[in-house]
Nanobody, 123 residues
Framework: QVQLVESGGGLVQAGGSLRLSCAAS????????MGWFRQAPGKEREFVAA???????ISYSNSVKGRFTISRFNANTVYLQMNSLKPEDTAVYYC?????????????????WGQGTQVTVSS
């Protein structure tokens, strides 16, 4: 079973940047499509970005497009570079893995989830 561990969250001022990392427990992760989701207090978990296992297809939510970048560093690490952060980006960010074969934007597209990392953007 794939285990995912997120890191890189923290407190940043509006306009700042953070890079989140997602590390998988095994090399089998290299065949998984990967996604990032986030959940703000009192809100539903929402899609942020996704990348196929080949890196050939990427998708972003409209709210982060042009500011966030998802990438795969190696066989078991995925990054989410977040620039021009806004207070409304404050949330717990989750990494997820899927065998969907395409970029998935729904929660049910994903088979494995990390525990999440907190991102707080102050105004």
């Amino acid at each position: 079973q794939v285990q995912l561990v997120e890191s890189g969250g923290g407190l940043v001022q509006a306009g700042g940047s953070l890079r989140l990392s997602c590390a998988a427990s095994e090399r089998a992760f290299s065949n998984y499509d990967m996604g990032w989701f986030r959940q703000a207090p009192g809100k539903e978990r929402e899609f942020v970005a996704a990348i196929t296992w080949t890196g050939s297809s990427i998708s972003y939510s409209n709210s982060v497009k042009g500011r966030f970048t998802i990438s795969r560093f190696n066989a078991n690490t995925v990054y989410l570079q977040m620039n021009s952060l806004k207070p409304e980006d404050t949330a717990v960010y989750y990494c997820a893995a899927s065998r969907l074969g395409r970029v998935g934007t729904a929660l049910w597209d994903y088979d494995y989830w990390g525990q999440g990392t907190q991102v707080t953007v102050s105004s």
